[in-house]
């Protein structure tokens, strides 16, 4: 059993990640704002290369690169905000708030890192598209308890959009066009626009609706 200690302390942390709900939207809107830009503009660049330059000239792992860079800028800025917010409060960084939080995205965002390199020794990562929309829209349904209600509703977006590409609509985005091999076939469009429509569009609508504004 958990100590009586421990668990008013976890009550506490709860209590005030949930009484800080308007602080997370302030700092996750521009974050989500960046995120949305790139995201828009890697998927645009890539079907620019792919129709200007024919299919061939991008290969799959170019494709998950590609992709990693925007993960990685994006979840840099996040970090960044976090850290100048903590440092303005006069509370540590790694906080057992941002811990908790990271505990419980922990799971699904594990396997969608072992699936994407499982695709990437295969060279199919474009393959994993669907996945990654689906494992996002757990992560941040699994921070239910430490999110505002905004990231709750950008979490079911991602989860039903990544389900259906899983399911009913996996064949009408990629179908037969895309084939088990080092490059990509002709037609890119369908991952392309699934990271866009939702990575990017997505992003976008949830930093527009949460910026925060002056009284």
Known sequence: MIPRSEA??????????????TIYRALSAPAALVGGILSLGTAAFLMWHEINNGPNEITSNFFGMAWAVVFVATAG??????????????????????RSAMTAMLPPMSF??????????????????????TFYGLALL????????????LGWAFLVSGAASVGG??????????????????????????????????????AACTWPRRR
């Not at 008013?8 to 709900?21: G, Q, T």
């Not at 699994?142 to 509703?153: E, G, Y």
Request: charged share 15%; proline share 5%.
């Open 8 to 21: 008013e302390e976890h009550l506490r942390v709860i209590r005030s990640l949930m009484e800080k709900a």
């Open 77 to 98: 800025i996040s970090l960044l905000l976090i850290q100048r917010d903590a440092k303005r409060r006069g509370e540590p960084f790694l906080s057992i708030g941002f």
């Open 112 to 133: 969608a890192a072992l699936i994407t390199l499982a695709h990437t020794v295969r060279n199919t990562i474009h393959y994993t598209v669907p996945w990654w929309i």
């Open 142 to 153: 699994a921070m239910a308890h430490f999110a505002p209600r905004s990231i709750i509703i």
């Open 169 to 206: 609509l996996l064949d009408f985005w990629f179908g037969s066009r895309l084939q088990v091999g080092d490059h990509l076939p002709e037609f890119i469009n369908g991952p392309c626009v699934l990271m866009g429509a939702t990575f990017g569009l997505f992003h976008l609508v949830y």
